[in-house]
């Protein structure tokens, strides 16, 4: 089919063509990795819980709005080339963008709430589409492959050290009237920062698979430091066992056995030595940990048990299970707290989905959206799979694992019922490298895939 192209939009198309072609300056290479540490950080939602908490929910409006436009601008491209082929996870995206409309009419159902207040109650949940803006100046060759590995590990060091310093210097107790902390009975009644864990999964995996890898042992510090706080400071029991499976898959699958095996052997004295000083200096933060899993069990096993933490979260349970009965298939929403302040507690009391795992995704998307949000953890597997020969590849590897970390956080935490965006951007770089590996041409005339 011919196209006739306009003068303007033909020496657009050479401007954009000479662009590409010049290699990027150090201040466009340092302005470019801002950009992407960005647009990481906020896709990933890692410092939405942190103590800028209130101007992240109009900072993350204001972005979801410019990723619209971007939408916008890519469908006028697509009109004037008369293309409309899109690619896997342009159809993904597109698909997903209905979740909030259809968990709208849950809310409307459920609440009387109205659709469109529905509907801005997930506006969050658009930032998803800058995993599909990630991957598409990936594909543009505006940034590399190499590049977002880098810049998810800055993002990673940072908010590490953040993190650090918020439990070490300031008083969580003081934002227990916040979503920033929490605190629970069975946890000793310490008041503890509910940060997000996402990237210090990654962090934790990124260097013990790398140390492994590459016999660099140095770099088991950082990889200790990710895990340290996370069972030290963060206290949560799902989110230990979650990082335990990730750093156990990651190396099993990608190390060979007889090295890990050596470095364990080496390691069982040092462990011993550090359990024992811990109960010797630290008895409460043992008695802690002897509590929290001692509780978990009991709940499992059917036994009674005591403190305020799993009878609020058993009370949870129970209230969604009658909402679940009642809007399997709608579900019940997000209410938005410019259409009611107090959120659900004006109607259910105190609970959040967030704290009862996937019970919590049925509540608020029904069944059926529940089961697509799911499939998008094998969907990012089978991508993976189609790779070979990046068994080395520690940012490969590392992805692949976080597909799997993901999934467990989803089932325990409810983590796709607030960071769904950082879902698609780690399921992205399985299905570029895929693309990478199938040399798979694009089907947008606009896009030149590059490595």
């Known amino acids: 089919m011919e196209m006739v192209i306009t003068p303007t939009l033909a020496s657009l198309a050479e401007g954009q063509a000479s662009?590409?072609?010049?290699?990027?300056?150090p201040s466009a290479t340092f302005g470019r990795m801002l950009l992407l540490c960005f647009l990481v950080a906020m896709i990933t939602r890692t410092f939405t819980v942190s103590h800028i908490y209130a101007i992240m929910g109009p900072v993350e409006g204001a972005l979801s709005g410019l990723f619209a436009l971007w939408l916008?601008?890519?469908?006028?491209?697509?009109?004037?080339?008369?293309?409309?082929?899109?690619?896997?996870?342009?159809?993904?995206?597109?698909?997903?963008?209905?979740?909030?409309?259809?968990?709208?009419?849950?809310?409307?159902?459920?609440?009387?709430?109205?659709?469109?207040?529905?509907?801005?109650?997930?506006?969050?949940?658009?930032?998803?589409?800058?995993?599909?803006?990630?991957?598409?100046?990936?594909?543009?060759?505006?940034?590399?492959?190499?590049?977002?590995?880098?810049s998810i590990v800055i993002v990673a060091g940072l908010s590490l050290a953040y993190f650090y310093f918020a439990s070490l210097f300031t008083n969580p107790a003081n934002y227990l009237d916040t979503p920033l902390a929490g605190a629970n009975t069975v946890k000793?009644?310490?008041?503890?920062?509910?940060?997000n864990m996402t990237l210090v999964y990654f962090g934790s995996v990124y260097y013990s698979v790398k140390a492994f890898q590459q016999r660099r042992w140095a770099l088991l510090i950082p990889a200790a430091l990710y895990a340290f706080y996370l069972v030290y400071f963060r206290l949560d029991r799902s989110s230990i066992a979650v990082m335990l499976i990730s750093v156990a898959v990651g190396l099993v699958f990608n190390v060979p056995l007889r090295r890990i095996a050596r470095v364990v052997l080496l390691a069982v004295l040092p462990l011993i030595l550090g359990v024992v000083l811990l109960v010797v200096f630290v008895p409460k933060k043992v008695e802690q940990y002897d509590n929290m899993f001692a509780d978990a069990i009991g709940t499992i096993i059917g036994r009674p048990v005591a403190g305020e933490g799993p009878s609020v979260r058993v009370s949870e349970a129970a209230l969604a299970d009658k909402y679940i009965h009642r809007y399997p298939i709608s579900g019940s929403g997000r209410i938005y707290h410019n259409w009611e302040a107090d959120g659900y507690e004006k109607f259910m009391g105190y609970f959040f989905p967030a704290d009862i795992g996937y019970l919590g995704l049925i509540f608020m998307y029904g069944y059926p959206v529940t089961l697509l949000l799911f499939m998008l953890f094998p969907l990012g597997a089978s991508y993976a799979l189609r790779v070979r020969g990046r068994d080395n590849d520690v940012f490969f590897v590392t992805c692949k694992v976080m597909i799997l970390s993901l999934a467990l956080d989803s089932l325990t935490n409810g983590m796709l019922t607030q960071y769904v965006g950082q879902v698609l951007l780690f399921l992205t770089i399985p299905y570029y490298y895929a693309c990478l590996a199938s040399r798979l041409p694009s089907t947008d005339p606009t896009v030149a895939l590059a490595p």
């Not at 000793?188 to 940060?195: K, L, T």
């Open 19 to 25: 662009w590409r072609a010049k290699p990027a300056q």
């Open 188 to 195: 000793g009644g310490v008041a503890y920062y509910r940060f």
């Open 72 to 150: 916008g601008w890519r469908a006028i491209q697509r009109w004037i080339s008369n293309d409309w082929h899109f690619h896997a996870f342009e159809i993904t995206g597109m698909v997903l963008a209905l979740v909030p409309v259809w968990a709208a009419f849950g809310a409307h159902r459920a609440f009387g709430q109205p659709l469109l207040d529905g509907v801005l109650a997930f506006k969050d949940f658009y930032l998803l589409f800058g995993g599909l803006l990630v991957l598409y100046l990936m594909r543009t060759g505006y940034f590399t492959l190499r590049q977002l590995e880098q």
